[in-house]
């Protein structure tokens, strides 16, 4: 742990590290102790919505949450969540996959867990996506 640049590496089961910054939102950082476990959950979600010529464009947003832990021992959740809109560039739906342009230009591909979601969904349509993940974490003390 490095308490100036707020900085923990962290070891996971199999021994492999992995450096982490926390952010300055969680004053109680100095009260960790090496050894001590971390237990990290992360959550992922992304949502989409096809809008249909003529439909209000909504703002892209992003939103970060930060909260502490106000348990005998540090913890707490951290949460980003934007919004954009993309224009759809295609759609495979054999793979199933779509791949989507971007307001800053970026073209992205991601796989489709169940094709039914491309249904309606073509070339030049255009989606607003809003993506969340989540990080809580807990602290157990070493033995």
Known sequence: MDLATRYVVLRN???????????????RFDELRIGDT??????????????????????VSEEVAASESTGALPGGTLS??????????????E?????????????VSRHVERVSDLDGVKAG??????YTEAVLASVARAK
């Open 95 to 107: 793979v199933p996959s779509i791949t989507v342009v971007g307001r800053d230009g970026r073209t």
């Open 38 to 59: 971390l237990t990290l959950t992360y959550y992922e979600s992304i949502v989409y919505r096809l809008r249909r010529p003529g439909a209000a464009k909504p703002s």
């Open 80 to 93: 980003h969540q934007s919004t954009e809109r993309v224009t759809v560039k295609a759609v495979d739906r």
């Open 13 to 27: 089961d199999d021994g492999s590290e992995r450096r982490v910054f926390v952010p300055p939102e969680f004053t």
């Open 125 to 130: 349509d255009h989606i607003d996506i809003t």
